[in-house]
């Protein structure tokens, strides 16, 4: 570095405090120190790094695996850096084949239209939208002729492609591998190029994908993205990748009482995880939790409670927070019934099949559904549980309707 350019202590000093503020919880950066010259360079120019986080708008609901990255963006744009919000409606088409035992079904521009909408619409409780520019990958992506395509891929090899740990496995199981799915990784990172990215934040499944944004940038002359991959967060069974399909999320979009309850089982040896990957607390606070929660003097229920009180505050406000708070303590901790059960008029027979009550109520999406929660024991009315999944509800005014652990129903006949 020459002697023009070399930093003041007190740029020396906001380089090392960016780093410090964006290594939380990363799992790599490849490569570190490319991270610093980047952030020594923004310093010494005021000129802010593009950091780029790519979106697959093929499952809309957001849960708390999805909010890791989202925090750390949080952290580059206080830091006074762009964020490139890059929603792949393109891309959404195929669908990233990361993770899958099969191809995936392409999804129809209104399908991903609207997916992305509401992906906007749900980050927007963790990023400032004002502050992040928006991008669609189509707006580049469309415009490649065949030549052009033929040009991009001629930077990958099969063997490459086939080193991918889910392509290697449907490889080898003789699953069928469709050529479409190879271009997924080539177009994401082509968005790279097109957006000329500093930084590509991503899962630790994703880092295939966004070190194929340096290998492009490289292939057309632009200086290469540093990738930054974060972990996984597993969900509420303790063992698999938060997923909605796998019914073992926690949505920030679900009411405080579902946000609560459901935070009050993750798996104790979880919680700290959650701390550190799912929330903005400071280290210090977690690291002295941490240490409360070994020589016991914090109960992990109260860490929990306190981490559930955390989630609904961030995504519900501060005031519903406590009331969820205080109806799980009521109802779970006190076993009593909530005082403000919703109150549904009733004006069909004076006795139902337990099954048709629960759908009619709108408690149980299907039969099928509502048939399997009173199998596994989850269905109460007036406080006793149901075993008979044939059984005929006499129907009556102030009956009240139990699915689970947080969903109630009290009838009115008259």
């Known amino acids: 570095m020459s002697e023009e350019t070399k930093l003041t202590l007190e740029q020396e000093q906001e380089v090392e405090r960016q780093l410090e503020i964006l290594k939380r919880g990363v799992v790599e950066i490849t490569p570190e120190h490319e991270l610093k010259k980047k952030i020594e360079k923004s310093v010494r120019t005021g000129k802010p790094l593009k950091v780029k986080l790519g979106m697959d708008p093929s499952a809309p609901d957001v849960h708390l695996g999805h909010t890791v990255p989202l925090h750390k963006l949080r952290q580059f744009q206080e830091l006074g850096h762009e964020i490139q919000m890059l929603i792949g409606d393109f891309t959404g088409r195929i669908g990233d084949p990361t993770g899958k035992s099969e191809t995936r079904k392409q999804l129809s521009d209104e399908d991903v239209k609207r997916n992305a909408m509401t992906y906007v619409e749900q980050y927007g409780k963790i990023l400032d939208m004002e502050k992040a520019t928006i991008y669609y990958n189509s707006e580049w992506l469309k415009a490649l002729s065949f030549e052009d395509v033929i040009g991009l891929s001629a930077n990958m090899t099969v063997a490459r492609m086939l080193e991918r740990d889910d392509f290697e496995k449907r490889y080898k199981s ?160 006190k076993r009593t019934l909530p005082t403000d059960i919703p109150e549904v008029k009733w004006s069909g027979e004076d006795a139902v099949w337990v099954v048709e009550l629960l759908v009619e109520l709108k408690m149980m999406s299907s039969k099928g559904e509502a048939r399997r929660m009173v199998q596994n024991g989850g269905v109460k009315v007036n406080e006793e549980k149901v075993e008979d999944v044939q059984a005929k509800i006499k129907i009556e005014d102030g009956l009240i309707v139990q699915v689970g652990k947080r969903k109630f129903a009290k009838l009115v006949t008259h």
């Open 174 to 333: 003789g699953q069928p591998i469709s050529i479409h799915e190879f271009f997924y990784p080539l177009m994401q990172g082509y968005d790279s190029v097109a957006l000329e990215s500093d930084i590509e934040v991503g899962g630790t499944d994703q880092k295939f994908n966004l070190l194929m944004g340096r290998t492009l940038q490289e292939a057309y002359g632009k200086e290469k993205q540093v990738a930054m991959t974060l972990p996984l967060i597993e969900g509420l069974d303790g063992e698999r990748k938060m997923s909605k399909s796998l019914n073992n999320y926690i949505g920030i979009d679900e009411s405080p009482n579902e946000i609560f309850g459901k935070s009050m089982s993750i798996p104790d040896e979880l919680m700290i995880k959650y701390y550190k990957l799912a929330t903005d607390i400071p280290m210090d606070e977690i690291n002295a939790l941490e240490e409360g929660i070994k020589n016991g003097s914090v109960h992990p229920r109260d860490a929990k409670m306190n981490l559930g009180a955390k989630f609904v505050e961030m995504y519900h406000g501060k005031d519903a927070a406590d009331e969820a708070k205080n109806y799980f303590q009521t109802v779970f901790q």
